[in-house]
């Protein structure tokens, strides 16, 4: 007899940790929040990376000097940078050619609090977002709000986010990969885009990440077919 799909659900959850791209939701409730893992905090000396296939955190390489991001950043679950957050990029900057960077969309939580390390997930809203283009890449950098967060919590727009950090969030990221010795990477921020540009970025990411990766809602349908059940 076969078993109920809630319980095959029910024995996943209890027996097996969720990848945290492909096992856990973008959305974990209703309205305008989405989760976020977490790869790296503020004070990292090194640069964290999900390992895709093993769903592990892993150390990708050090940081050569002293540049480290400002704010918590990862990504946005069950998300892809692909063909739709390509054309957007595109259509937006009037640039040919264009690629998505194939990872899932990379999301900066502002949050006054302190953490001490990554590897974790949160409720973020996003605010606006940081339209990067890596060589021919889209590599979108959505910049969002810690639920709740006393300081930055009542934000709705990057625009009343203080200079300063979104300077410092733009430094990074054209500086971080660029070691001395080498030649310029082409690396730049085309656009510094508002909430409502946030949301339809995130949007095409995931109809990005349903069209290469499937639905995930019959995952647990299709494992009980092959399993012959």
Same mark, same amino acid.
């Not at 895709?52 to 050569?64: I, V």
């Not at 969030?169 to 656009?191: G, N, S």
């Given at each position: 007899?076969?078993?109920?799909?809630?319980?095959?659900?029910?024995?996943?959850?209890?027996?097996?940790?969720?990848?945290?791209?492909?096992?856990?939701?973008?959305?974990?409730?209703?309205?305008?929040?989405?989760?976020?893992?977490?790869?790296?905090?503020?004070?990292?000396?090194?640069?964290?990376?999900?390992?895709?296939?093993?769903?592990?955190?892993?150390?990708?390489?050090?940081?050569?000097?002293?540049?480290?991001?400002?704010?918590?950043?990862?990504?946005?679950?069950?998300?892809?940078? %692909? #063909?739709?957050?390509?054309?957007?990029?595109? &259509?937006? =900057?009037? @640039?040919?050619? /264009?690629?998505?960077?194939?990872?899932?969309?990379?999301?900066?939580?502002?949050?006054?609090?302190?953490?001490?390390?990554?590897?974790?997930?949160?409720?973020?809203?996003?605010?606006?977002?940081?339209?990067?283009?890596?060589?021919?890449?889209?590599?979108?950098?959505?910049?969002?709000?810690?639920?709740?967060?006393?300081?930055?919590?009542?934000?709705?727009?990057?625009?009343?986010?203080?200079?300063?950090?979104?300077?410092?969030?733009?430094?990074?990221?054209?500086?971080?990969?660029?070691?001395?010795?080498?030649?310029?990477?082409?690396?730049?921020? %085309? #656009?510094?885009?508002?909430?409502?540009?946030? &949301?339809? =970025?995130? @949007?095409?990411? /995931?109809?990005?990440?349903?069209?290469?990766?499937?639905?995930?809602?019959?995952?647990?349908?299709?494992?009980?077919?092959?399993?012959?059940?």
């Amino acid at each position: 007899m076969a078993p109920h799909p809630n319980r095959l659900n029910q024995l996943l959850s209890l027996l097996f940790q969720a990848h945290p791209w492909h096992g856990v939701p973008a959305h974990d409730r209703e309205g305008d929040e989405f989760t976020a893992y977490i790869e790296i905090v503020p004070t990292d000396t090194v640069k964290y990376e999900l390992d895709k296939a093993a769903g592990h955190l892993r150390l990708d390489r050090p940081h050569r000097y002293s540049s480290m991001c400002p704010t918590l950043y990862g990504f946005i679950p069950q998300t892809y940078c %692909a #063909e739709r957050v390509a054309d957007r990029c595109m &259509v937006r =900057t009037g @640039r040919p050619a /264009i690629h998505g960077d194939g990872d899932p969309i990379d999301i900066c939580v502002l949050s006054e609090k302190p953490f001490s390390h990554g590897n974790f997930l949160l409720r973020a809203r996003p605010i606006g977002g940081l339209r990067m283009v890596d060589g021919n890449e889209a590599d979108d950098k959505i910049v969002a709000v810690l639920v709740d967060d006393i300081t930055f919590g009542g934000i709705e727009d990057i625009s009343q986010v203080p200079e300063g950090l979104i300077d410092r969030l733009r430094h990074y990221f054209l500086t971080y990969k660029q070691l001395p010795a080498d030649q310029p990477r082409r690396v730049d921020i %085309a #656009e510094i885009y508002d909430r409502a540009e946030a &949301v339809e =970025t995130i @949007r095409r990411s /995931i109809e990005d990440y349903r069209n290469h990766f499937g639905d995930p809602e019959i995952r647990v349908d299709e494992l009980r077919q092959l399993l012959g059940r």
